[in-house]
Protein backbone atom coordinates (compact mmCIF):
# COMPACT_ATOMS: atom_id res chain seq x y z
CA UNK A 1 0.00 0.00 0.00
CA UNK A 2 1.71 2.95 -0.90
CA UNK A 3 -0.58 5.61 0.70
CA UNK A 4 0.83 8.47 3.86
CA UNK A 5 -1.10 10.49 5.96
CA UNK A 6 1.10 13.41 3.49
CA UNK A 7 -1.18 12.30 0.64
CA UNK A 8 -4.49 13.43 2.98
CA UNK A 9 -3.27 16.76 4.27
CA UNK A 10 -6.08 19.17 2.97
CA UNK A 11 -9.08 16.76 3.19
CA UNK A 12 -11.65 17.78 5.70
CA UNK A 13 -14.72 15.72 5.03
CA UNK A 14 -15.45 11.98 5.01
CA UNK A 15 -15.87 12.42 1.36
CA UNK A 16 -12.63 14.17 0.56
CA UNK A 17 -10.62 12.21 2.62
CA UNK A 18 -12.08 8.57 1.35
CA UNK A 19 -11.61 10.21 -2.12
CA UNK A 20 -8.19 11.08 -1.77
CA UNK A 21 -7.25 7.29 -0.23
CA UNK A 22 -8.87 5.71 -2.93
CA UNK A 23 -6.70 7.22 -5.29
CA UNK A 24 -3.82 6.33 -3.77
CA UNK A 25 -5.06 2.63 -3.44
CA UNK A 26 -7.00 1.96 -6.62
CA UNK A 27 -6.66 -1.91 -6.59
CA UNK A 28 -8.19 -1.88 -2.88
CA UNK A 29 -9.03 -5.19 -2.53
CA UNK A 30 -12.61 -6.99 -1.14
CA UNK A 31 -12.79 -6.78 2.10
CA UNK A 32 -10.90 -3.68 2.78
CA UNK A 33 -7.95 -4.42 4.73
CA UNK A 34 -8.60 -1.80 7.53
CA UNK A 35 -6.10 -2.44 9.94
CA UNK A 36 -3.43 -2.29 7.16
CA UNK A 37 -4.78 1.28 6.27
CA UNK A 38 -4.78 2.33 9.51
CA UNK A 39 -0.79 1.46 10.24
CA UNK A 40 -0.08 3.10 6.92
CA UNK A 41 -2.02 6.24 7.79
CA UNK A 42 -0.68 6.49 11.29
CA UNK A 43 -2.55 4.74 13.61
CA UNK A 44 -0.16 2.32 14.53
CA UNK A 45 -1.75 0.21 17.42
CA UNK A 46 -4.91 -1.57 17.78
CA UNK A 47 -5.72 -3.31 21.09
CA UNK A 48 -8.88 -3.96 23.24
CA UNK A 49 -11.09 -2.05 25.01
CA UNK A 50 -12.08 -3.93 28.27
CA UNK A 51 -15.34 -2.22 28.94
CA UNK A 52 -18.90 -2.48 28.55
CA UNK A 53 -19.51 1.29 28.33
CA UNK A 54 -17.57 2.36 25.02
CA UNK A 55 -17.78 0.57 21.53
CA UNK A 56 -14.49 2.00 20.73
CA UNK A 57 -12.10 4.67 21.38
CA UNK A 58 -8.81 6.39 20.51
CA UNK A 59 -5.97 7.79 22.53
CA UNK A 60 -3.72 10.23 20.18
CA UNK A 61 -2.38 13.91 20.41
CA UNK A 62 -3.75 17.07 18.73
CA UNK A 63 -1.29 16.69 16.02
CA UNK A 64 -2.43 13.11 15.26
CA UNK A 65 1.48 12.35 15.05
CA UNK A 66 0.58 8.65 16.56
CA UNK A 67 -2.25 7.05 17.89
CA UNK A 68 -3.62 3.80 19.38
CA UNK A 69 -7.47 2.57 18.37
CA UNK A 70 -9.38 0.84 21.13
CA UNK A 71 -12.13 -2.04 20.27
CA UNK A 72 -14.42 -4.02 22.00
CA UNK A 73 -14.25 -7.53 21.59
CA UNK A 74 -16.66 -9.03 19.59
CA UNK A 75 -17.65 -10.07 16.11
CA UNK A 76 -15.03 -9.53 12.82
CA UNK A 77 -17.58 -6.93 11.36
CA UNK A 78 -18.19 -4.91 14.27
CA UNK A 79 -14.99 -4.76 14.87
CA UNK A 80 -14.13 -3.26 11.76
CA UNK A 81 -16.48 -0.55 11.47
CA UNK A 82 -15.58 0.17 14.85
CA UNK A 83 -11.99 0.66 13.91
CA UNK A 84 -12.79 2.34 10.49
CA UNK A 85 -15.13 4.91 12.43
CA UNK A 86 -11.99 5.78 15.38
CA UNK A 87 -9.87 6.03 12.59
CA UNK A 88 -12.13 8.54 10.88
CA UNK A 89 -11.38 10.79 14.44
CA UNK A 90 -7.62 10.15 14.02
CA UNK A 91 -7.98 11.37 9.94
CA UNK A 92 -10.51 14.71 10.56
CA UNK A 93 -8.37 16.98 11.94
CA UNK A 94 -10.81 19.04 13.13
CA UNK A 95 -12.51 16.18 15.69
CA UNK A 96 -12.11 17.55 18.89
CA UNK A 97 -12.39 14.82 21.98
CA UNK A 98 -14.42 15.53 24.65
CA UNK A 99 -10.92 14.58 26.99
CA UNK A 100 -8.13 16.07 25.93
CA UNK A 101 -6.07 13.21 23.99
CA UNK A 102 -8.95 10.39 23.98
CA UNK A 103 -11.68 10.00 22.03
CA UNK A 104 -14.17 7.88 23.32
CA UNK A 105 -17.26 6.04 21.26
CA UNK A 106 -20.32 4.39 22.96
CA UNK A 107 -22.58 2.01 20.44
CA UNK A 108 -25.25 4.60 19.89
CA UNK A 109 -22.60 7.24 18.49
CA UNK A 110 -21.68 4.39 15.84
CA UNK A 111 -25.22 3.68 15.10
CA UNK A 112 -25.85 7.90 14.57
CA UNK A 113 -26.59 9.33 11.01
CA UNK A 114 -27.79 12.63 11.93
CA UNK A 115 -26.82 15.18 14.20
CA UNK A 116 -28.97 18.26 15.97
CA UNK A 117 -28.03 21.88 14.46
CA UNK A 118 -25.11 23.19 16.18
CA UNK A 119 -24.25 19.97 18.54
CA UNK A 120 -20.66 19.48 17.45
CA UNK A 121 -19.93 16.05 19.44
CA UNK A 122 -22.87 14.42 17.42
CA UNK A 123 -21.77 16.18 14.16
CA UNK A 124 -18.03 14.47 14.31
CA UNK A 125 -19.93 11.21 15.53
CA UNK A 126 -22.29 11.29 11.83
CA UNK A 127 -18.97 12.02 9.73
CA UNK A 128 -16.77 9.36 11.68
CA UNK A 129 -19.81 6.66 10.27
CA UNK A 130 -19.76 8.24 7.24
CA UNK A 131 -16.13 7.77 6.78
CA UNK A 132 -16.14 3.91 8.35
CA UNK A 133 -19.14 3.08 5.75
CA UNK A 134 -17.65 5.09 2.81
CA UNK A 135 -14.30 3.30 3.89
CA UNK A 136 -15.29 -0.36 4.24
CA UNK A 137 -17.94 -0.29 0.74
CA UNK A 138 -15.94 2.14 -1.29
CA UNK A 139 -18.75 3.62 -3.84
CA UNK A 140 -16.99 2.04 -6.66
CA UNK A 141 -16.55 -1.47 -5.72
CA UNK A 142 -19.83 -1.44 -4.68
CA UNK A 143 -21.63 -0.21 -7.64
CA UNK A 144 -19.51 -2.95 -9.21
CA UNK A 145 -20.99 -5.44 -6.47
CA UNK A 146 -24.46 -4.04 -7.27
CA UNK A 147 -24.65 -4.66 -11.12
CA UNK A 148 -25.20 -8.14 -10.03
CA UNK A 149 -28.34 -7.27 -8.17
CA UNK A 150 -31.30 -6.43 -10.21
CA UNK A 151 -34.27 -7.73 -8.28
CA UNK A 152 -34.48 -6.34 -5.13
CA UNK A 153 -33.63 -9.40 -2.34
CA UNK A 154 -32.19 -9.71 1.35
CA UNK A 155 -30.20 -12.44 -0.07
CA UNK A 156 -28.28 -9.76 -1.89
CA UNK A 157 -27.77 -7.75 1.81
CA UNK A 158 -26.61 -10.85 2.86
CA UNK A 159 -23.84 -11.38 0.26
CA UNK A 160 -22.74 -7.97 0.52
CA UNK A 161 -21.86 -7.94 4.20
CA UNK A 162 -20.36 -11.16 3.77
CA UNK A 163 -18.17 -9.64 1.24
CA UNK A 164 -17.58 -6.83 2.22
CA UNK A 165 -16.74 -8.00 6.25
CA UNK A 166 -19.67 -5.13 7.37
CA UNK A 167 -22.67 -5.83 9.49
CA UNK A 168 -25.84 -6.73 8.14
CA UNK A 169 -27.23 -3.54 8.61
CA UNK A 170 -24.22 -1.09 7.26
CA UNK A 171 -24.80 -3.53 3.95
CA UNK A 172 -28.83 -2.90 4.59
CA UNK A 173 -27.96 0.66 4.13
CA UNK A 174 -25.69 0.96 1.51
CA UNK A 175 -28.08 -1.54 -0.85
CA UNK A 176 -31.18 0.64 -0.24
CA UNK A 177 -28.97 3.64 -1.17
CA UNK A 178 -27.60 2.15 -4.40
CA UNK A 179 -30.21 0.09 -5.75
CA UNK A 180 -32.33 1.87 -8.31
CA UNK A 181 -35.44 0.31 -7.44
CA UNK A 182 -37.94 1.96 -4.71
CA UNK A 183 -36.96 0.07 -1.59
CA UNK A 184 -36.47 0.79 1.88
CA UNK A 185 -35.50 -1.70 4.65
CA UNK A 186 -36.93 -1.71 8.43
CA UNK A 187 -34.57 -2.56 10.82
CA UNK A 188 -37.10 -4.40 13.97
CA UNK A 189 -36.13 -5.11 17.77
CA UNK A 190 -38.58 -7.39 19.20
CA UNK A 191 -41.36 -6.54 17.06
CA UNK A 192 -41.03 -2.37 16.81
CA UNK A 193 -39.21 -0.24 14.49
CA UNK A 194 -35.88 0.41 15.46
CA UNK A 195 -34.60 2.26 12.08
CA UNK A 196 -35.37 2.68 8.72
CA UNK A 197 -33.52 3.27 5.27
CA UNK A 198 -34.97 4.48 2.14
CA UNK A 199 -34.02 4.68 -1.04
CA UNK A 200 -34.63 8.41 -2.05
CA UNK A 201 -37.43 8.04 -4.06
CA UNK A 202 -39.54 5.80 -1.23
CA UNK A 203 -41.99 7.79 0.12
CA UNK A 204 -41.90 8.25 4.24
CA UNK A 205 -42.42 5.19 6.32
CA UNK A 206 -45.65 5.91 8.92
CA UNK A 207 -44.83 3.39 11.10
CA UNK A 208 -42.59 5.65 13.26
CA UNK A 209 -39.16 4.36 15.23
CA UNK A 210 -40.28 2.45 18.48
CA UNK A 211 -44.06 1.76 17.03
CA UNK A 212 -44.97 -1.91 16.64
CA UNK A 213 -44.90 -3.74 12.90
CA UNK A 214 -47.95 -3.64 11.63
CA UNK A 215 -50.05 -6.50 12.44
CA UNK A 216 -50.94 -7.13 8.50
CA UNK A 217 -47.10 -7.51 8.19
CA UNK A 218 -45.48 -10.91 6.78
CA UNK A 219 -43.57 -10.47 9.59
CA UNK A 220 -46.25 -11.77 12.03
CA UNK A 221 -46.70 -14.81 9.59
CA UNK A 222 -45.42 -17.93 11.59
CA UNK A 223 -43.39 -19.45 8.97
CA UNK A 224 -40.10 -17.55 8.95
CA UNK A 225 -37.01 -19.60 10.06
CA UNK A 226 -34.33 -17.67 11.66
CA UNK A 227 -31.11 -16.68 9.06
CA UNK A 228 -33.00 -17.57 6.39
CA UNK A 229 -34.84 -14.83 3.93
CA UNK A 230 -38.37 -15.27 3.24
CA UNK A 231 -40.68 -15.88 0.24
CA UNK A 232 -41.34 -11.74 -1.06
CA UNK A 233 -45.21 -11.52 -1.01
CA UNK A 234 -47.17 -8.78 -1.81
CA UNK A 235 -49.18 -6.17 0.93
CA UNK A 236 -51.58 -3.63 1.57
CA UNK A 237 -49.51 -0.04 0.80
CA UNK A 238 -51.47 1.16 3.54
CA UNK A 239 -49.71 -0.84 6.02
CA UNK A 240 -46.03 1.35 5.69
CA UNK A 241 -47.09 4.30 3.77
CA UNK A 242 -49.86 6.93 3.00
CA UNK A 243 -51.95 5.91 0.71
CA UNK A 244 -54.10 9.13 -0.63
CA UNK A 245 -57.59 8.38 -0.06
CA UNK A 246 -59.80 8.37 -3.95
CA UNK A 247 -56.23 6.79 -5.26
CA UNK A 248 -55.26 3.91 -6.52
CA UNK A 249 -52.70 2.26 -3.90
CA UNK A 250 -49.43 1.08 -5.70
CA UNK A 251 -48.36 -2.39 -5.21
CA UNK A 252 -46.15 -2.95 -2.27
CA UNK A 253 -43.84 -5.86 -1.57
CA UNK A 254 -42.00 -7.63 1.92
CA UNK A 255 -39.66 -9.93 2.67
CA UNK A 256 -38.39 -10.70 6.84
CA UNK A 257 -35.30 -11.81 7.41
CA UNK A 258 -35.24 -12.90 11.14
CA UNK A 259 -32.36 -13.35 13.37
CA UNK A 260 -32.45 -15.28 16.51
CA UNK A 261 -31.53 -12.26 18.62
CA UNK A 262 -34.97 -10.73 17.93
CA UNK A 263 -33.68 -8.45 15.69
CA UNK A 264 -35.44 -8.61 12.01
CA UNK A 265 -34.86 -7.01 8.46
CA UNK A 266 -37.97 -6.01 6.25
CA UNK A 267 -37.32 -5.31 2.80
CA UNK A 268 -40.17 -3.17 1.65
CA UNK A 269 -40.58 -2.89 -2.13
CA UNK A 270 -42.40 -0.30 -4.32
CA UNK A 271 -43.70 -0.94 -7.45
CA UNK A 272 -44.07 2.02 -9.89
CA UNK A 273 -46.98 2.69 -11.33
CA UNK A 274 -46.58 2.28 -15.10
CA UNK A 275 -46.62 5.46 -17.06
CA UNK A 276 -49.65 4.75 -18.81
CA UNK A 277 -51.57 4.09 -15.68
CA UNK A 278 -50.26 7.35 -14.23
CA UNK A 279 -51.53 9.38 -17.43
CA UNK A 280 -55.09 7.39 -17.37
CA UNK A 281 -55.06 8.44 -13.10
CA UNK A 282 -54.36 12.09 -14.29
CA UNK A 283 -57.24 11.74 -16.56
CA UNK A 284 -59.42 10.01 -13.86
CA UNK A 285 -58.58 12.98 -11.31
CA UNK A 286 -59.29 15.15 -13.99
CA UNK A 287 -62.84 14.07 -14.01
CA UNK A 288 -63.02 13.38 -10.42
CA UNK A 289 -62.60 17.04 -10.06
CA UNK A 290 -64.80 18.46 -12.61
CA UNK A 291 -67.20 16.03 -11.29
CA UNK A 292 -67.12 17.40 -7.79
CA UNK A 293 -66.76 20.90 -8.80
CA UNK A 294 -70.11 20.53 -10.36
CA UNK A 295 -68.63 21.38 -14.07
CA UNK A 296 -69.30 18.79 -16.71
ZN1 LIG B 1 -16.73 8.25 17.60
Known amino acids: MPISKMDLADAGSPEALVKRILQAEPNLPV ?14 RI ?7 FEGGLVTDAKRSEGTILVKRGG ?10 ELGHFLMAHHVPDQPGRFLCKSSDLLRLTAKAGDQRQRREVEAN ?9 PHLLREAMVAFREPDLQHVLMLARDFAVGKETAARAYVHYHSEQIAIVVAGNGRVQRCYRSLSFPDIIC ?23 DIAACSADLWIDVKRDLRAPALYEQVYLQPNGFAMILLRLEPIPEETAAERRLDEGWRHRFHSGRR
Open 130 to 138: RFAALMLMP
Open 76 to 85: EPRRRFTIAH
Open 47 to 53: EDLDTDE
Open 208 to 230: GVGSPLPTGSLFHSSAHRPNVAS
Open 31 to 44: PVPIQELCTRLGTL
